[in-house]
């Protein structure tokens, strides 16, 4: 399965805010793609028989899945949504932006200091499949040092970045439009 892009999404007071589009190469989607693949063969195994969301799908924590027409608007999932129809729409690609400042290296110019990343959506040719990025993966102005036996070690300055979320929360067929909690 090859990705062909890379998405970012941020929340805002709670509530979803944007989507960033992550300019990657081939190496940096493939990485990406190995963190949640064997999540991911795991849960294609039970897609099929995945039945519909009633009441008693959240009650028992079991994989369930929504079709994207019958998300209402006002309804928990619209914002969600919005989201979704912002990336499959034809509206232009929010970029995340880094200062040419040399002294400022590797700053992001166009986050908000009280926007925090909430998932990545990492794009197919017929899927979208979102991975949730839980508060404690987030890194914020942190050096991060790198250990590897054949290459000495390394400290990096990260100045907002995730641990990748090897764990997919939910899938969209593009082609049937629905949104599946796996």
């Known amino acids: 399965m090859n990705l062909q892009r890379i998405w970012l999404c941020t929340s805002k007071n709670s509530k979803l805010h944007r989507i960033y589009f992550l300019q990657t190469g081939g190496r940096e989607r493939t ?3 190995n963190c949640f ?3 991911l063969n795991r849960k294609l195994v039970t897609e099929m028989s995945m ?4 009441g008693n799908a959240l009650i ?3 994989p369930y899945y929504v079709d994207f027409e019958d998300i209402q608007e006002g309804g928990y999932l619209e914002p969600f ?3 979704v129809e912002e990336i ?3 509206s232009p690609e929010r970029v995340i932006q880094f200062s040419k400042n040399p002294v400022r290296v590797s700053e992001i110019n166009n986050f908000e ?3 925090g990343i909430k998932f990545i959506i990492a794009q197919t040719n017929d899927a979208l499949y979102f991975l949730y990025a839980p508060n404690n993966s ?3 102005n942190k050096s991060i040092m790198s250990l590897s036996i054949t290459e000495n070690a390394t400290v990096l300055k990260v100045p907002k970045g995730i641990q990748i979320p090897p764990i997919v929360t939910a899938k969209l067929d593009c082609c049937i439009w629905q949104v599946k909690n796996v």
């Open 37 to 39: 693949e064997d999540d």
């Open 88 to 90: 499959l729409g034809d």
């Open 51 to 54: 039945e519909k969301l009633d």
């Open 138 to 140: 987030v890194i914020k």
């Open 60 to 62: 028992d924590d079991i």
């Open 113 to 115: 200091d009280n926007e």
């Open 31 to 33: 990485d990406i793609f």
């Open 81 to 83: 949504k919005e989201k």
